[in-house]
């Protein structure tokens, strides 16, 4: 079965640190880009980061750049987001997704496989 | 703010057509993707390219694109259909992933 699982999530104090892991199945993980995408709740959909199959290439929003890093290992099939300098803007369920292609941008990219999501409050 | 813009809301009757539109410059460039978002779910990709369904998804979902425009259309809606439905491309430097605010489809 083709999964995406999250993993790190929590409670954390403004300005702290987290790391979110996301373990991939039922796929050649190495073969795909994959995204972080978060909600905040009663919000929508926003992007956070991407990065290509090699881990090579990586893009950012703005609303994050200088603050998070996206990686990945793919010996492990795990993607990672390490979130430094929180902020209460930062609370949201955090997804990871696959893409269809392994590397990114394209004309026609998106988001094939979406993990449950892991929770992260900011607060004090 | 998004650079995809969709109407916040939406209603159609049961076994009616609704279509969601969501509009961008980038969308002459780069194509839509559709994801349906239920409460206490992971996104599903409903549609993508220019009229691409996924395995599993109805095929009462069908997608179209013009200028800068993309649609959803939903024939013969049903109550199970009710949900959140994003539009996702790219913003107009290519770089960055933009969705739409989002439509909430309501089936009556």
């Known amino acids: 079965e083709v999964q995406l699982v999250e993993s790190g999530g929590g409670l954390v104090q403004p300005g702290g640190s987290l790391r979110l892991s996301c373990t991939a199945s039922g796929f050649i993980f190495s073969n795909y880009a994959m995204t972080w995408v978060r909600q905040a709740p009663g919000k929508g959909l926003e992007w956070v980061s991407s990065?290509?199959?090699?881990?090579?290439?990586?893009y950012y929003a703005d609303s994050v750049k200088g603050r998070f890093t996206i990686s990945r290992d793919n010996s492990k099939k795990t993607l990672y987001l390490h979130m430094n300098s929180l902020r209460a803007d930062d609370t949201a369920l955090y997804h990871c997704a696959k893409y269809w292609v392994a590397s990114v941008p394209s004309v026609d990219d998106g988001f094939d496989i979406w993990g449950q999501g892991t929770m992260v409050t900011v607060s004090s | 703010s998004s650079e995809l813009t969709q109407d916040p809301a939406v209603s159609v009757a049961l076994g009616q057509t609704v279509r969601i539109t969501c509009q961008g410059d980038s969308l002459r460039t780069y194509l839509a993707s559709w994801y349906q978002l239920k409460p206490g779910q992971a996104p599903v990709l409903v549609m993508y390219g220019k009229n691409n369904r996924p395995s599993g998804i109805p095929d009462r979902f069908s997608g179209s694109s013009s200028g800068t425009t993309a649609s959803l259309t939903i024939t013969g809606a049903q109550a199970e259909d009710e949900a959140d439905y994003y539009c996702k491309s790219r913003d107009s430097s290519g770089y960055h992933v933009v969705f739409g605010g989002g439509t909430k489809l309501t089936v009556l």
């Open positions: 990065i290509s199959n090699n881990g090579v290439d990586t």
